[in-house]
């Protein structure tokens, strides 16, 4: 019994390293921030999700990884965790916080170009 699960929790590891992402290395596409109907959920990582954090989803990147999200449209970044998976809506690579996207752009834009690099 204790076998099977070692041998799960490696296969996990591993899945998860090779999804990382090199430090600097930088990744384009579109941005979005979490509806108001997710304040108070559970996010990937376990914690209570707040729009008031300043952290984000992505697809792949490992659970605490800090990455600075900047708008290529006024040059405005901001550094946050990842603390969830997401988005699942195509073209996106980011969901940030209504707190995080606020920062950078106007929330009535919806979606924004960024880069997403990792720092750490």
Do not use: W
Request: aromatic fraction near 6%; charge should be positive.
């Amino acid at each position: 019994m204790k076998r099977p699960f070692m041998l799960i929790l490696l296969l996990i590891s591993l899945l998860n390293l090779a999804c990382g992402r090199e430090m600097g290395e930088v990744e384009r596409g579109k941005a979005s921030y979490y509806s108001k109907d997710f304040e108070g959920r559970i996010t990937f990582n376990g914690e209570i999700f707040s729009n008031r954090k300043l952290t984000a989803a992505h697809k792949t990147l490992p659970m605490g990884t800090i990455v600075r999200v900047t708008n290529l449209a006024n040059g405005r970044s901001i550094e946050v965790r990842i603390n969830d998976r997401g988005p699942y809506i195509g073209g996106r690579i980011i969901d940030l916080t209504e707190r995080a996207f606020g920062r950078i752009a106007d929330k009535k834009l919806g979606t924004i170009d960024v880069s997403v690099q990792v720092l750490k």
